[in-house]
Each structure stands twice: as structure tokens, then as C-alpha cells.
């Protein structure tokens, strides 16, 4: 994907702390009372221009949301459509994925969205995907005991990548969608990329997995 530079998006974000968290490793385990309520936290990693995450938080109030973006020239779009919506259970990061463990305290996570990550498609770049068994074992810490992961993609060698690697790892795929706009699934919410990718006719793979049980000691 090729990104056109703001070179003002960093000013931008700077300048709306309440919206696009400025110090997030402050506020590991204590994400609740950064939103003044105890409510399930469920948080997008690779965010984009926040389609999905706004209107996420505007269909399900009773949610906290945090959505993720490594990119400050994708991130002003987001906090943009945050600003207009007025909602205050929806917060962003300007951060990196493989960081979460900082931003995040074991089990705080109940859960993960991943919609139309990067596929890396090329082997070398395999330990880059956001399924790959390192990015899970980071996942696998965050979320809560039953938290879970919700993916889409229309890239079939992702999504089948996916499966394995979840399933390798201990997840649980509670459902899998090979066509989730056939599926009948209600209450779907599309991302940018979703709208542009259905329109051209592409396939859309979903599916949903559960954090593996922890094993007591």
C-alpha cells in the first residue's frame, strides 16, 4: 500500500490527547479507568482510516474500543471521523503491534479485531504477519480467559495461513466464513478496504478463534 505522507499528521495527533493516546505504557492495566467504566475491552490492531472502529463504538455503546495505527498520515483520517462522531468509549494509538504486551496488562484484552492485515505474502516476511506464532503468543497474553480473535481478509493464502497457525498454536476456531457476504451473518460492520475489495467482486474470509485455555498450575 502505498501511503501519502502528511507531514502535518504527528501536530495533528499531538494535539488531541483525549482522543489518540499519547503515553499508552501509563495506562497498562488501566484501561478502564482511563474510560471511567468497567466495560469489555476490545481493541483493533491495524486500524486504518477508522470506518470500522467508529461505528463499532457507535453500535455498541456498552464497549470500550481502542483502535491501533503504526501510520500517522492513516491515523489523522481516524481521529477526523473520532472527532465528528463525538463518542467517548472509542480511543486510538499511534503505535506498533509488537509492542502490545507494554500497552496492555495479561488478560486486560477481551477482544482482538484483525481486519484486512498486510499478508507479507513473501516467506522471509512470514514472522511480519499479524498471525504469525510470535504475534499470537503476544495475543494469547493480552486477552482474557475467553477473550478472542476476529479476522478478515479477502486474501485466501492469508486467511488459510491463518487457520493453521491459530489452530497450531491452541486457538479455538469457534466459526469460519469462506463467504462471510453470503454467509447471512448479520450486524457486519465493513472496513474501507472491505467496501473496496467487496465491490470489485473479491471474496471476503472471516473467522473467529479462541484464546487458548491456560493451563493451570
Given at each position: 500500500m502505498r501511503l501519502r505522507n502528511k507531514p502535518w499528521a504527528?501536530?495533528?495527533?499531538?494535539a488531541y490527547p483525549q482522543y489518540v493516546i499519547p503515553d499508552p505504557e501509563t495506562k497498562r492495566g488501566r484501561w478502564r479507568e482511563l474510560f471511567g467504566r468497567?466495560?469489555?475491552l476490545h481493541v483493533e490492531i491495524g486500524t486504518g482510516k477508522g470506518k470500522f472502529i467508529t461505528e463499532m463504538g457507535r453500535l455498541h455503546p456498552?464497549?470500550?474500543?481502542?483502535?491501533?495505527?503504526?501510520y500517522p498520515s492513516v491515523l489523522v483520517s481516524a481521529l477526523d471521523k473520532l472527532i465528528e462522531s463525538g463518542l467517548s468509549n472509542v480511543k486510538l494509538l499511534n503505535a506498533n503491534a509488537k509492542d502490545l504486551t507494554a500497552f496492555f496488562a495479561d488478560g486486560e484484552v477481551s477482544r482482538l479485531y484483525l481486519n484486512f492485515s498486510d499478508p507479507w505474502p513473501k516467506k522471509r516476511h512470514e514472522k511480519r504477519r499479524l498471525t504469525h506464532r510470535g504475534f499470537l503468543a503476544l495475543y494469547d497474553r493480552i486477552l482474557a480467559e475467553d477473550g478472542d480473535i476476529h479476522l478478515k481478509t479477502d486474501n485466501q493464502?492469508?486467511?488459510?495461513?491463518?487457520l493453521v497457525s491459530?489452530?497450531?498454536y491452541g486457538f479455538v476456531l469457534a466459526s469460519v466464513q469462506l463467504d462471510l457476504h453470503q454467509s447471512g451473518i448479520a450486524d457486519n460492520v465493513m472496513t474501507e478496504y472491505e467496501e473496496k475489495f467487496s465491490a470489485k467482486g473479491n471474496r471476503i474470509y472471516r473467522c473467529e478463534a479462541v484464546r487458548p485455555l491456560r493451563q493451570s498450575s
Open positions: 504527528k501536530d495533528k495527533i499531538a468497567d466495560r469489555p456498552d464497549v470500550n474500543f481502542i483502535g491501533i495505527e503504526l493464502s492469508f486467511f488459510e495461513y491463518s491459530l489452530s497450531q
